[in-house]
């Protein structure tokens, strides 16, 4: 992987179905399991944030990198406490998920999806598609979602990909 992908990883889920932990296995990506071990400066996925990832975001994800939680949906609020507080925090614009666990669910990513859709947003397409490639399913995510991945990785500003999400779901 030619950008540097850190997964903070909780412990909460289940291991056979963990993509962060098969993709640390490939040497995707770098799984850590202290929050010292998180690079600073990075770009960090938060669900929280009031600012999304956008196409503005590429020159920091090829510096510093893109910093991901790896933890249960059902525990979001607790373990994301741990993240707050920094200007290089992003969330993700609405997309389907594609995995298994949660097959159309929007908003529901797994890890892999939620890397692949960041590398992809920022202008970095055959890294996601290089990180989906290793599932099953990883494909699929990018076509389920190719028309608003395209129009979001063609936005100028994170306000702009606030708008096509907003006006995809009718808001």
Known sequence: MPHKVVIYHAEQCDPKKC???????????????????????????????????????HELVVKKGIVGLDCSWKRIDKSSA??????THRSLPFLVAANPT?????????????????????????????????????????ELNHELLEAYSQARSSREVVDIQNEFIGG
């Open 102 to 142: 949660n097959y159309g669910k929007p908003c529901i990513l797994s890890t892999a999806e939620a890397v692949a859709a960041t590398l992809y947003i920022v202008g970095l397409k055959d890294n996601a598609i290089q990180i989906m490639s290793h599932f099953k399913w990883g494909p699929h995510f990018l």
């Open 82 to 87: 741990m993240f707050r507080g920094t200007s």
């Open 19 to 57: 993509t962060t932990r098969k993709l640390a296995k490939l040497n995707q990506i770098q799984m850590v399991s202290r929050l010292n071990q998180i690079p600073r400066g990075a770009l960090v996925l938060d669900p929280f944030s009031t600012k999304s990832v956008s196409p503005e975001d």
